[in-house]
């Protein structure tokens, strides 16, 4: 039998879109779902936003270790279909969603380990902490569902078939959305449960994402879920590869970024609530750019899979463009109009005044991050992801040590008193260290050799 014909990816504009659109609609409809959460926690109180948001954070850096096995997958399918391997490119998938199953019960069963007492202990606020504990115990079962997603869904990616998880993503983002609406605060007939009622929402809704994307995956492919006589070790090794430098790059970067808000959470619970507003902000960077860094690993891995990397530099050009476009139009009201966006989440005057000032620091932060996040992507998209392991770990190091300093309480000299630096002070960080991210990984790009797939996939 003949392997089915591999389709040529089409890598001018128009072609790129049709694949960072789907999954950049899908990232904005999180960013909705994100936002609906924190306008009905804000409601309930400022400890429930703080303390659902640091348990958030912390359910996100372990994800990552899920995220990045997933990219792994993601980048080794892209280049199987590129070379045109069919049946490499299904055993891929095959043994990427049943490692997923089995990372995503360790991870679970780690998490509420840690949440027995050591991760509350991270937070000084009783009443943070009191919210944090019993949120994180819900959300982190949501790990077991999202595991086998993301492995389906890496699989999509990995070919360019991005409207797939589309479906996925508005899933879950409308039972999120209706949950939240009937489980906080009681609406639809149902009883007010509060912050836990936010944590509930959000499991049911990834228990529905993978129902949805096991249904398309039965339909589009069926050969994927057919379990192997026995484990896969060439699938195995090309996966650890490629996604255990991955795993550990995306858990330090997250893992960083979760401690800068465990950092903020002692210079005071206005200067929280101020950095987790900026944080779901930022994430209107993060759709455009989380959509053609996908973009760029697929095409990226593709084209060197199918010897066509004359075509290489146009279109990493074309995502380029779309992608600080993208994210200008997505951020541009943290420059023009600050003011009116803080007014929402603050009454009173000096936070709304702070809010603002941290807004256009994060204006800044945002296009350094449209251009580190595609130089990173495509270092990572052609293999090279222990050079990218090594780049995050000198940014991610710099970071924590500037978070670090700059949280730091300093005595003033005439009170006596522990003095801080202001919170948009503080946020200055991330110009350090996307610069970093961006440098590092240019620096590893410059030679060339990426372009002729020289990275081993195994």
Known sequence: MNAPQVKRLNVDTLGLLKIALPISIGTFVQFLVLLTDNFFLSRVSESAINGAGNAGLIY?????LIFGSATGIQILVARRNGEGNDALQVRTGRMGWIIHAVLAVLIC????????????GLISSEAVRNVFEPFLNIRTWGFL????TCAITAYWMGLARTNLLLAVSLTIAITNLILDYAWIEGNL??????????????????????TVAVMLMLKVEPRFFKLPKR???EVIQAWWAISGPLMGQLLLTVGTWTSFFFFVERVGSTELKISHIARNAFMLAYVVSSGISQTTRTVVSQLIGASRTAELTPALKRLATLNLVGVIIMSHGFILYPDAISQIFFDDPEAIASMSRTFSILFIAVIGFSISSLLLATLEGSGGTKRAFLVEMMGAGTYLAAVFYLTSP??????????????????RVEWVYFSLIGLGSFLMLRNGKWRHGLESLG
Do not use: H, K
């Open 60 to 64: 996100l850096t372990f994800g990552m």
């Open 109 to 120: 069963t780690t998490v509420l380990l840690l949440n027995t007492g050591f991760l509350g």
């Open 145 to 148: 569902p999202f595991g086998v």
């Open 189 to 210: 007939g149902f009883t007010a449960m509060g912050y836990q009622g936010a944590a509930r929402a959000s499991l049911a809704a990834e228990i529905c994402g993978f």
């Open 231 to 233: 484990p896969d070790g």
């Open 410 to 427: 300093m005595n003033d000299s005439m009170s006596g008193e522990a003095q801080y630096y202001p919170i948009e002070f503080i946020w």
